[in-house]
C-alpha cells in the first residue's frame, strides 16, 4: 500500500463576481477557499525543492485566477474549475483533491446565513 502526502491551504479569501443573479455578477461577494491535495511528495522531500512538485502557492495562484478572473453561476462550477487547473498543474500524480467554496453572506432573501458552501471531492 503506498502512503500519501496532504498538501493543504485553507482560509484563501478573494473577491468574485459568480452567481445566478445580475447583482452578484456586478456587486460580486467575498469567497472562502479549503483546499486539500493528496499525492506523493516524496520527490520534493528527497531533493528538499519545491519545483519537483505541487506547492501552497500553486493552490494560491489557481484558486485567486479561478475565483477572481473567471465567471461562473455556481460555486459548484468554481469548485470544478479549481479542481481541474490543480489536476493540470500538479508535476506529479494526484490521488485526489477537496476543495471547498464558500460564499460568505449568500443573497438569499430575509435570510442570516453565514455562509454557503460546496465541497468537491475528486
Do not use: C
Not at 482560509?11 to 445580475?22: P, Q, V
Not at 472562502?32 to 495562484?61: C, H, K, P, R, W
Request: hydrophobic share 35%.
Amino acid at each position: 500500500m503506498k502512503n500519501y502526502d496532504i498538501l493543504k491551504s485553507n482560509g484563501m479569501m478573494f473577491w468574485g463576481n459568480h452567481g445566478l443573479t445580475e447583482e452578484q455578477n456586478v456587486m460580486g461577494t467575498k469567497f472562502v477557499v479549503d483546499i486539500e491535495v493528496t499525492l506523493d511528495m516524496s520527490n520534493q522531500f528527497a531533493e528538499d525543492q519545491l519545483s519537483s512538485g505541487l506547492t501552497y502557492t500553486d493552490l494560491y495562484l489557481i484558486t485567486q485566477q479561478v475565483v477572481t478572473q473567471e465567471h461562473y453561476k455556481t460555486i459548484q462550477r468554481v469548485a470544478q474549475r479549481i479542481t481541474d487547473e490543480i489536476k493540470n498543474t500538479s508535476k506529479t500524480p494526484i490521488e485526489g483533491v477537496s476543495v471547498t467554496v464558500k460564499e460568505q453572506f449568500p443573497a438569499i432573501p430575509g435570510s442570516n446565513v453565514e455562509y454557503i458552501g460546496f465541497t468537491l471531492n475528486s
